[in-house]
């Protein structure tokens, strides 16, 4: 039983288009991650969620939405893809706030064309 | 630059031999952690190190803590090839404590 898992794995789609990433946890969690990862392996958090209230929101495009519909959620929306959002993006969670030990999703490898 | 950065940013060691890596950071924390990440998979965490913990073991894995200096190692002993996988340091300095700061890895290579 996958304990955070986030679909899709792969996506790949061309610039300017609107895509979502869904991530759920069965932890039993109460706040949520994204993290973005480059081509380079530097992890860097983007959205923190506890209890479906945002946290954290760290600099990140407001092209970027995430959206929290219960604790156990937490989707993100990107609009208007540009070739710099490619990346891997990852979701994670942790029982309490960012200090915690963190649980992680396996990833999506988004690619802008 | 960022916190939690690791040394050297690749290893290439045989089998059986022991693999440190280092991490250095900038700021004062109240724990330190280690995970592990796998070719095209999430991050698993290995190893939590509180600042007032000088050393800690968990199986084959030592992770120290130098709060002096500012840096921490993970040393993996006796490695086998399933150790391959890259190796980041988190901190809970960034962001006012509300979340961590990975660095950028120290990719291990562990040859057969």
């Known amino acids: 039983d996958t304990a955070v898992s986030q679909t899709p794995k792969y996506l790949v789609t061309q610039m300017g288009n609107d895509k979502s990433i869904k991530c759920e946890q069965n932890?039993?969690?109460?706040?949520m991650y994204w993290y973005k990862q480059d081509s380079k392996k530097f992890l860097k958090i983007m959205f923190s969620?506890?209890?479906?209230?945002?946290?954290i929101n760290e600099t990140v495009p407001n092209r970027f939405s995430p959206k929290s519909p219960d604790k156990a959620h937490l989707n993100l929306h990107i609009n208007s893809l540009e070739l710099g959002d490619s990346a891997v993006y990852f979701c994670?969670?942790?029982?309490?706030?960012?200090?915690?030990?963190?649980?992680f999703g396996a990833g999506t490898r988004l690619s802008v064309l | 630059s960022q916190q939690g950065e690791e040394d050297p940013q690749a290893l290439s060691i045989q089998e059986g031999e022991n693999a440190t890596m280092n991490c250095s950071y900038k700021t004062s924390i109240n724990n330190l952690q280690w995970y592990r990440q796998n070719s095209g998979r999430g991050l698993v965490h290995l190893i939590l190190i509180r600042s007032n913990e000088r050393e800690k073991h968990s199986g084959r894995l030592r992770v120290t803590l130098d709060t002096s200096k500012k840096s921490s190692s993970l040393l993996i002993t006796a490695s086998r090839a399933a150790d391959t996988a890259s190796y980041f340091c988190a901190t809970d300095a960034g962001t006012g404590r509300r979340a961590l700061t990975f660095g950028s890895g120290t990719r291990l290579q562990v040859q057969p």
């Open positions: 932890l039993g969690h109460d706040t």
């Open positions: 969620y506890n209890n479906k209230e945002l946290i």
């Open positions: 994670a969670s942790s029982q309490q706030g960012g200090v915690d030990i963190q649980y």
